[in-house]
Nanobody, 119 residues
């Protein structure tokens, strides 16, 4: 339903910061929620942070106080500012966009960007 392209991943030392971006295009239906999920090797994909079209945010307990999600509706872009990174934050981070049409939920996913926190 939506094409999502992530950028901003990479290698960072513990305590460092990274900013992920996700730009949406080819939008067929208006986007409601946008969010970031992550998946580490051997683990299930988990929700990191979500932001509604109105700007309400929700965070996983493991990232509260360290990560900030924001959204520029005009640019159709969502950001994830990650501070005080820990080795356990290492994962592939995926952007997600949700559209709701006639009561049906449509999820779109980006290709993922690797974040590695290591000294």
């Amino acid at each position: 339903q939506v094409q999502l392209v992530e950028s901003g991943g990479g290698l960072v030392q513990p305590g460092g910061s990274l900013r992920l971006s996700c730009a949406a295009s080819r939008i067929r239906f208006s986007i409601n929620d946008m969010g970031w999920y992550r998946q580490a090797p051997g683990n299930e994909r988990e929700r990191v942070a979500v932001i509604t079209s109105g700007g309400t945010t929700n965070y996983a307990d493991s990232v509260k106080g360290r990560f900030t999600i924001s959204r520029d509706n005009a640019k159709k872009t969502v950001y994830l500012q990650m501070n005080s990174l820990k080795p356990e934050d290492t994962a592939v981070y995926y952007c997600n966009a949700v559209s709701v049409v006639a009561g049906m939920r449509y999820d779109s996913w980006g290709q993922g960007t690797q974040v590695t926190v290591s000294s």
